[in-house]
Nanobody, 117 residues
Framework: QVQLVESGGGLVQAGGSLRLSCAAS????????AGWYRQAPGKQRELVAG???????NYADSVKGRFTISRDNAKNTVYLQMNSLKPDDTAVYYC???????????WGQGTQVTVSS
């Protein structure tokens, strides 16, 4: 079965950096698109960054220039490098993948990112 496991979250001061990882099993990131989402308390889950099979990336306006999504096919892992973090980036970050053969999305369990001012 498909399993996505996020890691790398934590507490960081404003202006700092974190790198999130999403390791997959049961699905290959080399032939399926993936994305990072986040959900802050009291807010809806929102797309942060996505990467297609061909490596095309897209970002939420709020993170452009600060966050970078990337993929390591050999490790079957997707990363989110987050720089110049702001308190508004505080949220639970989730990895998502919809395998081309599956009728639904698959989500990881989430990893907490807290940015202090």
């Amino acid at each position: 079965q498909v399993q996505l496991v996020e890691s790398g979250g934590g507490l960081v001061q404003a202006g700092g950096s974190l790198r999130l990882s999403c390791a997959a099993s049961g699905v290959s990131f080399s032939i399926n698109a993936a994305g990072w989402y986040r959900q802050a308390p009291g807010k809806q889950r929102e797309l942060v960054a996505g990467i297609t099979v061909s490596g095309i990336t897209n970002y939420a306006d709020s993170v452009k220039g600060r966050f970078t999504i990337s993929r390591d096919n050999a490790k079957n892992t997707v990363y989110l490098q987050m720089n110049s973090l702001k308190p508004d980036d505080t949220a639970v970050y989730y990895c998502k993948c919809k395998p081309h053969w599956a009728p639904r999305d698959y989500w990881g369990q989430g990893t907490q990112v807290t940015v202090s001012s």
